[in-house]
């Protein structure tokens, strides 16, 4: 089996990419940009996948990486996935997150046969309509990065209904690990927890400390999108664990793993609040654990030390979070 990655230098398509390869996949990643410094650390790390050049904004590159790879599975993962960017950002959000998954159903739909996962997510469920949220669940995005992500949801489904593809959409709620972007508010606490244990910080500053989600690990995530892949019928499914936390308790979690009590060092700071929040979301997996066999392995507080102590490892040695995440 040949899968073709799009995002592949971010969390989950390192992930995915060590599951396939890991299963006897022929793994390509969509690589963009002349020098992408993720990709050299993708090569280091993951020396069996093979890389094609293309851009979510250019059409043209994607037919043509189609054409080179000949996938029997195109997972697209690739997006501008950081919420609050989404604001900073609108067009180019819509332009790779939404458009992006236009321009790639369009190049899967000219090799019959191809099946098609697309990363779908909680945020599309926004101010939510039930607790806990599952399939039918209506959506209210709050956030651009929330709509784009309704649009490739729907076009997904609708590519789906009418050229018959076996295209899928996994609704994906929060996962995380030690190779989560510096900037998303899990990682941001435990490299920040392991930088005051340190010695190197004495401070965290926070946005909205009330905000809740239903946090799970990407590697279980990832088994998730193979088998939603392998299921006979193009069907979509809602992935996370049926828990949900406030960012108090991630950060109560997050300090206590380490030794140290957070009322110390947290400091709210309104400038990092969001123009328009998610206040709560909780998933409803039911379907995932029925028709897939999937369930989460690893629970909230094992995720949390995991990744403190990831960071505490790579800022002992001297790595550079940027560069590196807890990749070693
Ligand atoms: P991530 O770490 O932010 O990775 C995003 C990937 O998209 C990177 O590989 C990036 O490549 C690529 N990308 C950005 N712009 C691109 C463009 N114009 N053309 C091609 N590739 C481009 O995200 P993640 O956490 O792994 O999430 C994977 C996917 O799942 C995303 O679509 C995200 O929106 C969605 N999702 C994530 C979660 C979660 O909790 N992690 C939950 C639900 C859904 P560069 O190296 O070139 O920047
Ligand atoms: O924020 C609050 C913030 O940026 C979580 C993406 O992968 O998951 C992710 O989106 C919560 C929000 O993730 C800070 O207001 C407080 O309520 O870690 P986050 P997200 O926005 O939920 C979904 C499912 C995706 O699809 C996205 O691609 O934490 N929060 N203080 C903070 N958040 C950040 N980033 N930084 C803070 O200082």
Wanted: hydrophobic share 40%; glycine share 8%; charged share 25%.
């Amino acid at each position: 089996m040949r899968a073709l990655i799009t995002g592949i230098t971010g969390q989950d398509g390192s992930y995915l990419a060590e599951h396939l390869l890991s299963l006897g996949y022929e793994v390509w990643g969509l690589v963009r940009g002349q020098a992408n410094p993720r990709v050299s650390r993708l090569r280091r790390l993951l020396k069996d996948v093979q890389l094609v050049r293309g851009d979510l904004l250019d059409q043209t590159s994607l037919m043509s990486a189609v054409e080179k790879v000949q996938p029997d599975e195109v997972y697209n993962l690739g997006a501008i996935s950081f919420v609050p960017m989404s604001w900073e950002q609108a067009e180019l959000t819509a332009e790779v997150t939404g458009m992006g998954v236009l321009r790639m159903l369009e190049a899967v739909r000219r090799r019959p046969g191809t099946r098609f996962y697309q990363a779908s997510s909680s945020e599309m469920f926004g101010q939510v309509r039930e607790t806990p949220q599952n399939e039918r669940t209506p959506f209210h995005p709050r956030s651009p990065y929330g709509v784009a992500k309704a649009y490739g949801h729907f076009l997904t489904q609708n590519y789906r209904e009418s050229y018959g593809m076996h295209a899928v959409s996994g609704i994906l709620f929060n996962h995380e690990s030690p190779r989560r972007g510096a900037e998303f508010v899990t990682r941001k606490v435990t490299l920040g927890v392991a930088r005051i244990k340190l010695g190197l910080a004495s401070e965290l500053r926070l946005g909205n400390l009330s905000a809740r989600r239903d946090w799970g690990f990407a590697g279980d995530y990832v088994r998730a999108m193979h088998l939603m892949l392998q299921s006979p019928e193009p069907e979509d499914y809602v992935i996370g664990t049926g828990r949900t936390q406030s960012v108090r308790e991630l950060v109560e979690a997050a300090f206590t793993a380490a030794g140290l009590s957070y009322e110390d060092h947290v400091v709210s700071d309104e400038t990092l609040y969001r123009p328009a929040e998610v206040d709560l979301l909780c998933a409803d997996p039911k379907k995932a654990r029925v028709q897939l066999g999937w369930e989460p392995t690893v629970p909230f507080e094992e995720l949390v030390a995991m990744m403190v102590e990831a960071d505490i490892r790579l800022l002992t040695d001297g790595r550079d979070p940027e560069q590196d995440a807890s990749w070693g």
